[in-house]
């Protein structure tokens, strides 16, 4: 029986309705569905951000004492292969930097994660991989010595992780995790034959003096579940331009060798450092990369090397300050790199945050790393330092006086 024009169009209103209940319905589960996923996310970063901000309490075992003079000086000898630098000026002298081979702890190997880097800094097993991203130097003595007027020098060493930061969610393989170590070495108090005064932990009790920190290091790592693109080629897309006409620069390749004597100078089992077989096949990457504090030693060495010629007939000495650091691109193994740097202006020193003993006023210094050649050429890691100048030590018979 045919439908009557009524009726048709009352089931056309009904089925209207009924189409749109469903779309409405749908609609509304992907809504929820999307609310749902997205609280979910939400809950898992914020736990992950918990989790981060707990890292903060881990302790870090240091070493602390004597400086190390005999990996001090072996770390000059092992550079002079590969840079032109002087011999020491002063046999019980630190140069800038230097500190790297001193006051490292050495973890149980059972504390060492896959890669032979420590476990402690990592957020958990999940980021499997490490590099170093750059890092922050202050200098709060003009010159720090071996040895000083009473004998050996002593130093309390503290160590923390103080920053952790999630860059991406908590979720995603592509998101990076950046911590920060701190590390700072004090003075410390001495008794009256001159020895350091310990406390019930037989640790080495800081100086009570106002301007008791000798140096301060913040050292930036990034942790990721995988590697990206980015640093899995020895020759990167990225072309970034670097400083032209530098008043000082040196140029070197950094061998298997020197990574290997940087490696057990700071007590480094990072094996990306050393094995090329493991580099390739475990991080992607095609050889072993330079590491981030051999990065900031070679800058730092180059920089002193240009003041030292600035310093040629004056009666005040140029010493560096502060000293940042940032990897832009990897350093590897075998890879010819030139390190540069360039006086900028004169900068009026805040006293409200450079509690130091140095004069002012202060220089300012680009210091850089380049590699590649002709077109191919492209900054690869970008410094600068602030830069002050002070009264040069007076020798004494150990070739040196504590400032």
Known sequence: MPLSTSSLRLLTQRTCCQRRRIICSRGASSILCRHVGTKASQDANTEFTQQLEDMKTRELPTEEGLWDKRNIQALRKTLQSHLSLPEF????HIPPGYHQVSFNSLPDEHELSHDGAEQRHAPNDEWRYRVWAGGFLEFQ???LWTDGRRGPEFAAVNEKITDTRLIGDANALNSKVMVTLTKSLFAPELDAQG???RGTSNEICISKARLNILLKE????????EIPDSLKSASSARRISFPTD???????????TLLFRFSALTRNAHVIHLDGDYTRQVYGLPMPLVHGPLTSVLMLDVLGEALALQNIGQSSALTIRSFQYRNILPLFVNERITIACKKLHDVKPDATKHRTEFGTPLQKW???IQKGAGRDATLAVRGSALVSSVTPPVPEQEGGSVI
């Open 89 to 92: 000026l002063y046999p019980n």
């Open 141 to 143: 003595k003009p010159f």
């Open 195 to 197: 020895q350091p005064v």
């Open 218 to 225: 913040e050292k930036y790592l990034c942790f990721m579940r």
């Open 246 to 256: 530098p008043d000082y620069s040196q140029t070197m390749i950094p061998s298997a």
């Open 366 to 368: 680009d210091v850089w």
